[in-house]
Nanobody
């Protein structure tokens, strides 16, 4: 089992930045592919970013648009999502997810076995 706890969400004005954190426990973090997703009310869950266990090649969903950066610190069992130039349409609950089945990470939420409770991000215009 893996427990994931997100933090760092909040209210920010358009154009601002936030850094989300996701602390993992319960299983060797360095073996897990990690991802960030988001879900707005009434919308499907969207892929934001993923990072492999090694912290190597990262990849991003269209929602990132060159504004988001995913990173991880295996010594701290934590994955981050730096979000810059935020827009009102970025308002959503952001979820951290972990997969032992895809060490490179994945854009498919079905590939993830463990999810955090989510952190709310609200961007005001």
């Amino acid at each position: 089992q893996v427990q994931l706890v997100e933090s760092g969400g909040g209210l920010v004005q358009a154009g601002g930045s936030l850094r989300l954190s996701c602390a993992a426990s319960g299983r060797s973090f360095s073996t897990l592919g990690m991802g960030w997703f988001r879900q707005a009310p009434g919308e499907e869950r969207e892929f934001a970013a993923a990072i492999p266990w090694s912290g190597g090649t990262t990849y991003y969903g269209s929602v990132a648009q060159g504004r988001f950066t995913i990173s991880r610190d295996n010594a701290k069992n934590t994955v981050y999502l730096q979000m810059n130039s935020l827009k009102p349409e970025d308002t959503a609950v952001y979820y951290c997810a972990a997969t032992p089945r895809s060490s490179s990470g994945s854009s498919d939420p079905n590939d993830y076995d463990f999810w955090g409770q989510g952190t709310q991000v609200t961007v005001s215009s």
